[in-house]
């Protein structure tokens, strides 16, 4: 083994659940919520960490879990939209996405839905792409995100009234480089985009 290296921190840890000493969980010893709307639930937990410290104001924001949909179209074209966004106040393009509703079945499901609605677009073959955080620290949710080989148009989209979304069939070719000139700024997107790339690349043509 060569000096200096760590066997506790072999990165192929990772590949196997991860390294045997990771640290401990937190002891939540009082948890209060301080807000529960549909779109803003925020509670305030005291917490004690394994070495003993206590953490008296610990802040997390909850959400529902969250889904996002790449759909590749049988010429292989990228279903992507464009719509402003209230909180950069931008612009960007993105994938269609939204949140589960509580009557969902499926994650599956949720994003079928959310890929219909914002683009018309939907069938093909669905496997789950990633599965990531917004947030590890402050949110409790998860954002799935769903690979749609073959997805066609099957009618026209249906956005909610408050969507006022643009519909872009991007050539998957070009999804790098907008990537690498700033069209995106959603982490959670960008992030399913290169994971498809890096297969794409792997398998080869």
Request: proline share 8%; aromatic share 8%.
């Amino acid at each position: 083994m060569p000096d200096g290296q760590n066997p506790k921190n072999d990165p192929k840890d990772d590949l196997k659940g991860g390294p045997h000493d990771d640290p401990g969980v937190w002891k939540v010893l009082t948890r209060e919520y301080l807000a529960r709307k549909p779109w803003y639930t925020v509670r305030v937990d005291r917490v004690e960490t394994p070495n003993g410290t206590v953490i008296p104001e610990y802040w997390v924001s909850e959400y529902a879990p969250w889904v996002n949909v790449v759909a590749v179209t049988p010429n292989d074209r990228v279903v992507l939209i464009r719509q402003y966004r209230h909180g950069i106040g931008a612009v960007h393009y993105e994938l269609p996405a939204g949140t589960t509703d509580p009557e969902d079945t499926s994650l599956e499901e949720a994003a079928r839905r959310e890929l219909r609605e914002e683009t018309g677009y939907g069938g093909g073959r669905w496997s789950l792409l990633a599965t990531l955080s917004a947030n590890p620290a402050l949110q409790n949710n998860l954002t799935y995100t769903f690979l749609a080989e073959g997805a066609t148009e099957l009618g026209a989209a249906a956005p909610e009234a408050s969507e006022d979304i643009r519909v872009h069939l991007t050539p998957l070719a070009d999804i790098e480089a907008l990537i690498e000139s700033g069209g995106f700024v959603q982490a959670l997107h960008v992030a399913p985009l290169l994971k498809l790339l890096l297969r794409r690349r792997r398998e080869g043509p």
